[in-house]
């Protein structure tokens, strides 16, 4: 099993920037993927990035250029740097870790940008 912690989330002004942090309860070594999801009102949650085993980075269309996803092996924990953000980014914001068949969220941190 997997726990997984989310942070970093509050309010901010188009244009602005934040960082999220996502604290796994185990080493990344024993986990298949680990990645950000976003749902906002009356929306699917959909993936914002996402790290394969390979250490690859994936972005949906609408982050590539903003966001940065990066971890910390030592810490265990994924970070989301997004900057130039827009009003159409105020979401609640999901870690997601992926251990063999079993998916493991977090209880999200919301991310609202004013304009």
């Known amino acids: 099993q997997v726990q997984v912690v989310e942070s970093g989330g509050g309010l901010v002004q188009a244009g602005g920037s934040l960082r999220l942090s996502c604290a796994a309860s185990?080493?990344?070594?024993?986990?298949?993927?680990m990645g950000w999801y976003r749902q906002a009102p009356g929306k699917q949650r959909e993936l914002v990035a996402s790290f394969a085993s390979s250490g690859v980075g994936n972005y949906a269309d609408s982050v590539k250029g903003r966001f940065t996803i990066s971890r910390d092996n030592a810490k265990n924990t994924v970070y989301l740097e997004m900057n130039s953000l827009k009003t159409g980014d105020t979401a609640v914001y999901y870690c997601?870790?992926?251990?063999?068949?079993?998916?493991?969220w977090g209880q999200g941190t919301q991310v609202t940008v004013a304009s």
């Open positions: 997601r870790a992926v251990r063999g068949a079993y998916n493991y």
């Open positions: 185990r080493s990344f070594f024993s986990i298949d993927d």
